[in-house]
């Protein structure tokens, strides 16, 4: 069964602190993997995608193929970073399974 | 650029009437919409593919004569959710595919459904 997994629900960290927000995924192909954030009161935007391997924000995130996980990163934490972050594998067809979602609260 | 509109915003009606979510592509077109219901602290669920010029694909447990989908442009597709029930009070939210190298999706801002 195809299906993303982002087991925290809350993280919260001071600014400055290093982050990482944890997704696993289940898929029996070659997975499409992304991570799109949704800030208070905007719409869900894409954050970045395993394929085009950009950082974004001064986020990372790598595709571990053999713990399947795509685990986003970034080293030092800032105020503006608080959102809602989802993990997302395309299922084919450009179809996108979303994870439950984490967030990410950063405290001055 | 890539700018997707959902109309209305929000919306409240009685049990057993049916309401229409507008989604457009603002200045793309876009042949492939998807739309996603959301419920309360809850993630994304894709209910279905919208194809401009063909039937719409459903995904399982979605029921097709609920929740009818009209894609009749390259910027418009439309969710008609029919003799609404409180059960379908939800957070519906559109994307759009732009063609492109990775036919990115983007999303519309959402629509929230209250069913009274």
Same mark, same amino acid.
């Given at each position: ?108 | 650029?890539?700018? @997707?509109? $959902?109309?209305? *915003?929000? @919306? ?25 219901? $959301? ?20 995904? $399982? ?33 559109? *994307? ?21």
């Amino acid at each position: 069964a195809q299906r993303v997994t982002q087991p925290e629900k809350l993280l919260s960290v001071f600014k400055g602190a290093p982050v990482e927000l944890k997704c696993n995924y289940s898929y029996s192909g070659s997975p499409e993997l992304f991570w799109y954030v949704q800030y208070s009161r905007q719409r869900l935007q894409l954050l970045l995608r395993h394929i085009s391997r950009e950082s974004i924000k001064g986020f990372t995130a790598d595709l571990n193929k053999g713990e399947t996980s795509f685990h986003l990163k970034k080293p030092f934490a800032q105020e503006e970073d608080s959102a809602m972050y989802y993990c997302a594998l395309s299922g084919g067809y450009n179809k996108l399974i979303f994870g439950a979602g984490t967030r990410l609260a950063v405290h001055p | 650029g890539a700018v @997707v509109s $959902q109309h209305p *915003s929000w @919306v409240i009606c009685k049990s057993g009437t049916s309401v229409k979510i507008e989604c457009r592509s603002l200045d793309f077109q876009a042949t492939t919409m998807f739309w996603y219901r $959301q419920f309360p602290k809850q993630s994304l669920m894709l209910m279905a593919t919208s194809n401009e010029g063909s039937k719409a694909t459903y995904e $399982q447990g979605v029921e097709k004569d609920k929740f009818l989908i009209n894609h009749a442009s390259l910027t418009l597709s439309t969710l008609t959710v029919t003799s609404a029930h409180p059960e379908d009070s939800s957070f519906y939210i559109c *994307s759009a595919e732009a063609r492109g190298p990775y036919n990115e999706q983007f999303f519309g801002p959402g629509t929230r459904l209250t069913v009274l």
